[in-house]
C-alpha cells in the first residue's frame, strides 16, 4: 500500500468500465443494460421503472428527499454526510407505518443547500 500516491484506477478493456462481463451486458431491460440502468440519475430512473411499483416507490421517495440527482450506481463512500442521511431517511420513511413512530430531527437543516432547505 503506498499512502503518498493517489489511487489510479484504469477501465478494462473488455467492458470499457461498465463492471460486467460480456454475457451480463448482453442482457437488456426496456431497451437498457445494466451499466446503463446503474449510469442514470434516480430521478430518470423513476421514469424508467414507472411501470414497476415497488421499484418506484422506493425511487420516488429518494427523489422526495433530494437525491433525485444521484446516479443509481453511485458508490455510497462518495455520498456526502448529507446524502447519506438523506439515503437513511428514505429508506426509514419506505417502513410500513405502525402509528406509534415518533421522528425527532434535531437541526435538520444544518449543512443544507439553501434549496434543498427549501424543499425540506
Known amino acids: 500500500e503506498m499512502n503518498f500516491l493517489p489511487d489510479v484506477y484504469v477501465p478494462c478493456e473488455v467492458c470499457?468500465?461498465?463492471?460486467y462481463n460480456r454475457?451480463?451486458?448482453e442482457v437488456h431491460f426496456k431497451g437498457r443494460?445494466?451499466?446503463?440502468?446503474l449510469d442514470m440519475p434516480i430521478?430518470?430512473?423513476?421514469?424508467f421503472f414507472q411501470a414497476v411499483p415497488a421499484i418506484?416507490?422506493?425511487?420516488?421517495?429518494?427523489?422526495d428527499v433530494g437525491l433525485g440527482y444521484v446516479r443509481m450506481g453511485q458508490s455510497a463512500?462518495?455520498?456526502?454526510?448529507?446524502?447519506?442521511?438523506r439515503v437513511k431517511l428514505?429508506?426509514?420513511?419506505?417502513?410500513?407505518?405502525?402509528?406509534?413512530?415518533?421522528?425527532?430531527?434535531?437541526e435538520p437543516t444544518t449543512g443544507l443547500?439553501?434549496?434543498d432547505i427549501r424543499k425540506l
Do not use: C, M, N, W
Not at 418506484?56 to 427523489?63: D, E, F, Y
Open 77 to 85: 463512500p462518495t455520498l456526502s454526510g448529507g446524502e447519506a442521511q
Open 113 to 115: 443547500h439553501f434549496e
Open 56 to 63: 418506484a416507490r422506493h425511487l420516488s421517495t429518494l427523489v
Open 43 to 47: 430521478e430518470e430512473a423513476l421514469d
Open 90 to 106: 428514505a429508506a426509514e420513511l419506505q417502513k410500513r407505518s405502525t402509528g406509534r413512530t415518533v421522528y425527532v430531527l434535531d
Open 33 to 37: 443494460t445494466i451499466a446503463e440502468v
Open 23 to 25: 454475457e451480463t451486458l
Open 16 to 19: 470499457h468500465g461498465a463492471r
